[in-house]
């Protein structure tokens, strides 16, 4: 009846076409543009429908529902619609197995993409949650996402291959016969690799911490696949090998919500000890003048031959407010400033060199002949 009524319809004979009617062709192809564009309203509707679900404060499922909508790609409506199509069709078999060949890889393309989109969907919000928390993006989620996208697009070409008919077994057994041929040519990149992956997952430290490695100090500018690199107080780049990094030693100054300052101070041995009672309580109202500043002790620790040491302890309670090293130049200056005002001489410790007469030298003059 739909053939009868097409070829009245559009005047179309019964030519046969590569072993299809006209008619045939012409349904096909009507099927096809109207699946196509079906899906392509429909995902508009959801899309526009799911648009003001995207934002903060709805389930994360459904902002996730209306985030793989938006990255659907037409050729998976077409990819759809021709697999409908091939119902009215009649085609060889080899024709037939190489346009379901098409689909699948289509299919699984989208496939892919999904994958991908979901995985960048999650880092997104792992990445506002770490700058609402106080830390800077770092480039742990682009390595996160490397590797992550590597294994998502193999796993992808082989499942194609296989549809393809492809024996992967054989496939997977070659590669990793050469896999371990590659990865020993190649185990000191294999190695900074998996450290820096290592690194973005245990977050030991992220862009923008003020590091101690060893003998090198700087801050960490950029965390890549294979270095990681500072930047020194003096201004140059050192960049270091992240397998280097996992095995040395690494004081991290950024997390820290306090930084702390010991001091040195040496008093004039001529100071009266009412005085040296005095000083802890000058150090500490010096010290909870300053802002940020927290005081912790100041004590006479040490009774030395040419003055009384006392030893100072206070910390910076936000070192990105306060600096350390302004915290304690504001310090030191107000220990000064207060001791003038009370008359308190800060020790100088002295060397006196003693100039022996030379015994060598003879007593009188040599006799003559």
Same mark, same amino acid.
């Given at each position: 009846?739909? #053939?009868?009524?097409?070829?009245?319809?559009?005047?179309?004979?019964?030519?046969?076409?590569?072993?299809?009617?006209?008619?045939?062709?012409?349904?096909?192809?009507?099927?096809?543009?109207?699946?196509?564009?079906?899906?392509?309203?429909?995902?508009?509707?959801?899309?526009?429908?799911?648009?003001?679900?995207?934002?903060?404060? #709805?389930?994360?499922?459904?902002?996730?529902?209306?985030?793989?909508?938006? #990255?659907?790609?037409?050729?998976?409506?077409?990819?759809?619609?021709?697999?409908?199509?091939?119902?009215?069709?009649?085609?060889?078999? !080899?024709? #037939?197995?190489?346009?379901g060949n098409v689909i699948v890889i289509l299919l699984l393309l989208q496939v892919g993409i999904w994958a991908g989109r979901t995985l960048q969907f999650y880092l997104e919000i792992k990445q506002v949650r770490n700058m609402g928390s106080g830390h800077e993006v770092t480039s742990s989620f682009g390595i996160i996402k490397f590797v992550s996208m590597v294994l998502i697009w193999s796993l992808v070409t082989l499942v194609?291959?296989?549809?393809?008919?492809?024996?992967?077994?054989?496939?997977?057994?070659?590669?990793?016969?050469?896999?371990?041929?590659?990865?020993?040519?190649?185990?000191?990149?294999?190695?900074?690799?998996?450290?820096?992956?290592?690194?973005?997952?245990?977050?030991?430290?992220?862009?923008?911490?003020?590091?101690?490695?060893?003998?090198?100090?700087?801050?960490?500018?950029?965390?890549?696949?294979?270095?990681?690199?500072?930047?020194?107080?003096?201004?140059?780049?050192?960049?270091?090998?992240?397998?280097?990094?996992?095995?040395?030693?690494?004081?991290?100054?950024?997390?820290?919500?306090? !930084?702390?300052?010991?001091?040195?101070?040496?008093?004039?041995?001529?100071?009266?000890?009412?005085?040296?009672?005095?000083?802890?309580?000058?150090?500490?109202?010096?010290?909870?003048?300053?802002?940020?500043?927290?005081?912790?002790?100041?004590?006479?620790?040490?009774?030395?031959?040419?003055?009384?040491?006392?030893?100072?302890?206070?910390?910076?309670?936000?070192?990105?407010?306060?600096?350390?090293?302004?915290?304690?130049?504001?310090?030191?200056?107000?220990?000064?400033?207060?001791?003038?005002?009370?008359?308190?001489?800060?020790?100088?410790?002295?060397?006196?060199?003693?100039?022996?007469?030379?015994?060598?030298?003879?007593?009188?003059?040599?006799?003559?002949?």
């Amino acid at each position: 009846m739909w #053939h009868d009524f097409i070829r009245k319809a559009f005047g179309i004979s019964e030519t046969i076409l590569f072993g299809n009617s006209l008619v045939d062709w012409v349904v096909a192809a009507l099927l096809v543009a109207g699946i196509w564009t079906l899906l392509w309203l429909l995902r508009q509707l959801i899309a526009s429908r799911y648009r003001r679900y995207l934002g903060e404060g #709805h389930p994360t499922a459904v902002r996730l529902f209306a985030y793989l909508i938006g #990255h659907t790609k037409q050729f998976l409506f077409m990819a759809l619609a021709l697999y409908a199509a091939e119902e009215f069709l009649t085609f060889p078999p !080899r024709v #037939h197995t190489l346009s379901g060949n098409v689909i699948v890889i289509l299919l699984l393309l989208q496939v892919g993409i999904w994958a991908g989109r979901t995985l960048q969907f999650y880092l997104e919000i792992k990445q506002v949650r770490n700058m609402g928390s106080g830390h800077e993006v770092t480039s742990s989620f682009g390595i996160i996402k490397f590797v992550s996208m590597v294994l998502i697009w193999s796993l992808v070409t082989l499942v194609a291959l296989d549809n393809l008919g492809v024996n992967i077994t054989a496939l997977l057994a070659g590669l990793g016969v050469g896999g371990v041929a590659v990865a020993l040519a190649l185990q000191n990149v294999l190695g900074d690799l998996f450290a820096s992956l290592a690194i973005a997952l245990d977050k030991p430290f992220v862009v923008g911490d003020s590091l101690v490695i060893d003998t090198c100090i700087g801050k960490v500018e950029r965390i890549g696949i294979k270095t990681t690199r500072l930047r020194s107080e003096s201004g140059e780049q050192i960049i270091l090998s992240n397998a280097d990094i996992l095995k040395s030693r690494v004081r991290n100054f950024g997390p820290s919500e306090e !930084r702390r300052a010991l001091l040195t101070l040496n008093v004039d041995r001529d100071t009266h000890i009412d005085t040296l009672r005095e000083i802890p309580l000058l150090v500490e109202a010096v010290v909870r003048a300053q802002s940020h500043a927290r005081f912790e002790r100041c004590h006479l620790k040490i009774l030395s031959d040419w003055a009384f040491q006392y030893e100072i302890s206070f910390f910076t309670r936000d070192a990105a407010a306060r600096p350390i090293l302004d915290l304690q130049q504001a310090v030191n200056l107000g220990i000064l400033e207060a001791f003038r005002d009370r008359g308190i001489k800060i020790a100088m410790q002295s060397q006196r060199l003693v100039f022996a007469p030379d015994a060598a030298a003879p007593a009188g003059g040599a006799a003559n002949d």
